[in-house]
């Protein structure tokens, strides 16, 4: 079992940076392939970003890449999501979610464990 805990959200303006922090409970963090999606208000919740076991993959939704980054500290339990650039149209809550398999994930149904959620407002 995995709790997940989001924070770092909040209200930024446009071009603007955050960064999300999702700290992991329980044992084997290591050993979960982790993920970011998101959900905008009135839309179903996309795939965002996601990291290999170690951190040294990872692989990003078209719309966030060279904006984004992904990654990982094992020791700490946490994975975070540094977003730079960021325009109205990333307003959304932002989930992390955690999955047992040792792929790279982008399906929301194939991950195991999700937190509570952050809230991003980005106004232009």
């Known amino acids: 079992q995995v709790q997940l805990v989001e924070s770092g959200g909040g209200l930024v303006q446009a071009g603007g940076s955050l960064r999300l922090s999702c700290a992991a409970s329980g044992r084997a963090f290591s050993r979960y392939t982790m993920g970011w999606f998101r959900q905008a208000p009135g839309k179903e919740r996309e795939f965002v970003a996601t990291?290999?076991?170690?951190?040294?993959?990872?692989y990003y939704e078209d719309s966030v890449k060279g904006r984004f980054t992904i990654s990982r500290d094992n020791a700490k339990n946490t994975v975070y999501l540094q977003m730079n650039s960021l325009k109205p149209e990333d307003t959304a809550v932002y989930y992390c979610?955690?999955?047992?398999?040792?792929?790279?994930?982008?399906?929301?149904?194939?991950?195991?464990?999700w937190g509570q959620g952050t809230q991003v407002t980005v106004s232009s």
């Open positions: 990291i290999s076991l170690s951190g040294g993959n990872t």
């Open positions: 979610a955690a999955t047992k398999r040792v792929v790279l994930v982008t399906i929301a149904y194939e991950y195991d464990y």
